[in-house]
């Protein structure tokens, strides 16, 4: 009858040391969640919205000058600029405040640079009707380019065309009294190309 009161005393031995262990174990923060694998596609209205970056979009045409810049190129005063589309050039002009001997203006021409044949064609022979000559090659202008015109009757009249990364750049300032040279149509290029 020993072996009964000793399996006894065992056992409240067992159960007196299970009562004075602590109750948790392991790790007291939860660890990943992990669920089930499915073959079925996530619905897109639950997917992370990813934003592309966006470029800062480019000034339109005819607010890269302003009024008083187109002024003091042309040496005379000019009005705001005036819009035009047509056979796939986009043209703004700034004409002078008072009228003057000879168009009175300076333009800006953007066009695709496929254009660029045809839109020369038709500047030289617009420059050639109004007697201006004198084509000169704007080298390091762009990807290929050229000035032409004259001081027609005291009236200087000046174009500059530019090709440079596919795009068609035209250019023109005339008027009496006014500024418009080769050298100053040429800068005048050069800074609109700068400006985009």
């Known amino acids: 009858m020993r072996y009964p009161v000793l399996v006894l005393a065992v056992v409240l ?10 109750t948790t174990y392991g790790p007291t923060t939860a660890g990943p969640t992990v669920r089930p694998k499915t073959s079925a596609p996530v619905p897109e ?3 992370p919205v990813i934003e592309e970056p966006t470029e800062t979009p480019a ?16 040496g005379l005063p000019v009005r705001k600029a005036v819009m035009t589309k047509s056979g796939g050039y ?15 203006v300076v333009s800006i021409t953007r066009g695709d640079g496929a254009l660029y044949t045809a839109y020369s064609q038709k500047v030289v022979a617009e420059a050639k009707a109004k007697k201006a000559r004198g084509r000169k090659l704007l080298e390091g202008v762009g990807d290929q380019g050229f000035a032409i015109g004259a001081s027609v009757s005291g009236v200087p009249i000046w174009y500059a065309v530019v090709e440079h990364a596919g795009v068609l750049t035209g250019v023109q300032a005339s008027g ?12 005048f ?7 985009g």
């Not at 009496?176 to 800068?187: D, H, L, Q």
């Not at 290029?189 to 400006?195: F, H, T, Y």
């Open 13 to 22: 031995l067992v159960a007196g040391c299970a009562a004075e262990e602590p």
């Open 45 to 47: 209205d639950t997917l």
């Open 59 to 74: 000034k339109p045409l005819c607010e890269i000058f302003t009024t008083a810049e187109i002024s003091a190129t042309l």
């Open 90 to 104: 986009v043209t703004c002009t700034w004409a002078t405040v008072k009228p003057v001997d000879g168009p009175g």
């Open 176 to 187: 009496a009294g006014s500024k418009a040279s080769v050298g100053t149509i040429k800068a």
């Open 189 to 195: 290029m050069i800074e609109v190309l700068a400006r």
